[in-house]
């Protein structure tokens, strides 16, 4: 097999580097750097959902009032918040890989404060620490995987690995309803700490992005980076790759420092799609977790169900939405972003707005129309951790992924407030009538988007 280095003849650019990446077909190459990359992620959705499961016992251990649990739920959305921000410039700065590895870190190493908190204030800082690590990963991971991937399939690609997200979050579900229990809440925690080993795998198996590296100018470290990605490739497949097509987009050779790269996003050619991304960002995960994160304590306080069934009936909605996860990673390249976008809001609202009108007056109801409410939105969200990277040029995706991210904490943040003032007031009904609304809002705001379907990234977003 020959380099396909030497098929270009040529000095690298952005724009043959490019070409030489979009002939790359998905391989096992891929698959084993999406698991790295995947199991980093999985465990970060473990840890963002553990508080949900564990809050009950806390409340009980600490004798917490409403105000105290809320502030447990959101401790975590606002180091997340942070850390989606701080991300961004990172991993636009100093690369994807590396803040990868970074918050990776932080996160283990407040998994393990978090099993030996010895009181609520402790628990509450490391909290915050855990989410700087998590809201650090999550856009970042998904930017740098849609970066390896060719147009034709991307969709598909991107939204198999987000499916260890929900994922993550199922195991965390089921392992918590088995050991909160039985082991107590402190144990679920320690369990966060086992990706510790990832930071090894991911020095010796994970490239840096191609794509980010060229955008920076360093075309030369882009060139090694792709050799190596295309002799793994190769030996994966067994043939030689395809000689690259006439480069059908031409790439910007300039690269840009921060404050160009803020300034395009905010006040350039891209505020449209960054107020957009802002906007879907915060309405899915104010629905989201607005109905997730209270849902054990509403069937425990609201209801009278005893905490093994309140765990158990949460664990519908965490298994539906893992479902509803797959269908969207089945579809979206064939029906596109926005319908997948604009179909699962829209049904949630519909199942939220119903529970409403309904009164949600017994568990059965609650517990049947959440599990269909989680079914769609789920959908909608990891579509999003898709979506939002493709409307960014390289030189700002991470930055201006992160941006929304940090809506979306926003909308963590508030959601679960919104939901407490509901129970504290004794009025669910309200709850799931704004939660349905906030859903529609999302809805209208899918239709204004660009489909991005089957098209290189430099052409969406040059």
Not at 30 to 40: A, D, N, S
Not at 417 to 436: D, H, K, P, R
Request: proline share 5%.
């Amino acid at each position: 097999m020959t380099s396909a280095r030497h098929s270009i003849g040529a000095e690298p650019t952005a724009t043959t580097l490019m070409a030489r990446l979009e002939r790359i077909p998905h391989s096992r190459w891929h698959v084993k750097v999406r698991l790295i990359i995947g199991v980093v992620t999985f465990f970060e959705a473990f840890d963002q959902l553990l508080v949900a499961y564990t809050l009950p016992s806390i409340r009980q251990e600490w004798a917490l009032g409403t105000g105290q649990m809320t502030l447990a739920v959101t401790a975590g959305s606002v180091g997340m918040l942070v850390g989606a921000l701080v991300s961004g410039w990172s991993a636009d700065t100093l690369g994807r890989v590396r803040t990868i590895r970074i918050a990776l870190l932080l996160t283990v190493v407040a998994s393990i404060g978090l099993f030996l908190s010895p009181s609520f204030g402790v628990f509450v800082l490391l909290r915050f620490v855990q989410g700087l690590g998590i809201g650090g990963e999550v856009p970042v991971a998904a930017a740098y995987i849609g970066e390896l991937a060719r147009a034709h399939g991307r969709g598909r690609f991107v939204l198999l690995y987000e499916l260890v997200f929900p994922a993550g979050t199922l195991f965390a579900a089921l392992l918590a309803t088995w050991m909160v229990p039985s082991l107590g809440w402190r144990s679920v925690y320690l369990v966060g700490a086992i990706p510790v080993v990832m930071l090894i795998l991911i020095r010796r198996n994970v490239p840096e992005s191609p794509r980010w590296l060229a955008a920076r100018g360093r075309y030369a470290e882009a060139d090694v980076e792709l050799v190596r990605i295309e002799q793994a490739v190769e030996r994966s497949t067994r043939s030689p790759l395809p000689a690259p097509a006439a480069a059908a987009v031409t790439v910007s050779e300039a690269p840009a420092g921060t404050s160009e790269r803020l300034r395009e996003l905010v006040l350039g050619r891209y505020r449209g799609r960054l107020v957009l991304v802002c906007g879907l960002w915060f309405t899915a995960f104010f629905v989201n977790y607005g109905l997730t994160s209270w849902l054990p304590t509403i069937y425990t306080g609201t209801y009278g169900v005893p905490l093994g069934t309140a765990l158990q009936l949460s664990l519908l909605a965490t298994a539906a939405g893992f479902c509803g996860c797959v269908l969207a990673a089945l579809g979206v390249d064939r029906i596109g972003r926005r319908a997948v976008l604009f179909t699962g809001m829209l049904l949630a609202s519909a199942a939220l707005v119903l529970l409403a009108v309904l009164g949600a007056t017994d568990v059965g109801q609650v517990a049947l129309l959440t599990t269909v409410a989680a079914l769609f939105s789920f959908a909608a969200n990891i579509t999003l951790y898709l979506y939002s990277p493709e409307l960014f040029p390289t030189r700002s995706r991470a930055l201006g992924t992160s941006i929304g991210a940090a809506f979306n904490r926003i909308g963590v943040i508030l959601g679960p407030i919104v939901v407490a003032a509901a129970v504290v007031g004794g009025s669910l009904t309200t709850a799931f009538a704004v939660l349905g609304g906030v859903a529609a809002v999302g809805a209208v705001l899918a239709l204004f988007g660009p489909e991005t379907r089957n098209r290189q990234l430099e052409e969406v977003s040059p």
